[in-house]
């Protein structure tokens, strides 16, 4: 099951609808979406490795767009959204924890967040909530998640046919490993703060 869904995921990176898909994911992983965009800009741009700039800008625009939409959340529909969110990823303790060391260190959590599997989206409600400057919100959010997203894409541009190979070959153990990460990111909102 999981290669054929790695073969359909492969599949859609070549189709008229990838950089859509990829703009969309981008956008709703910033603000509620628990699965990353890396789930289709890796194969994206193993399929089609001279596009590894257009795809990492994708990624980041849409992303720190969407990003925008979690703060407005927690700015402004707090009680009716972001509340419901962050319930569905059982993070009310740590997000009530957080405040204290966000006044100090807030600019500093979206880039941390920004970067790793922590659940981003926690962070772009929290710094709406808090009030965090908007500017340096944005600001932040850019550096952060142009640093991830290019990153990502310049290696998969330059090690393509090797990693796309070891993908391939261990795509049981990757997939495990991602699924790790990506749960510790969220077990990590709750003890973390």
Known sequence: MLRRLYDWTMSLAATRHAEKALAGVSFVESSFFPIPPDVLLIPMVLAERAKWIRYALICT???????MLGYLIGAFLFDIVGEPILKLYNAE???ARMQGWYATWGGWGVLFAAITPFPYKVLTIFSG???MNLVSFIIVSIIGRGLRFFL???LLYHFGAPIRAF?????GLLFTLFMVLLIGGFVSVKYLF
């Open 167 to 171: 993908i391939e070959r261990n795509l």
């Open 152 to 154: 990502v894409s310049w």
């Open 93 to 95: 303790e740590s997000f």
């Open 61 to 67: 625009v849409s992303s720190v767009i969407g990003a």
């Open 129 to 131: 909530f808090v009030g």
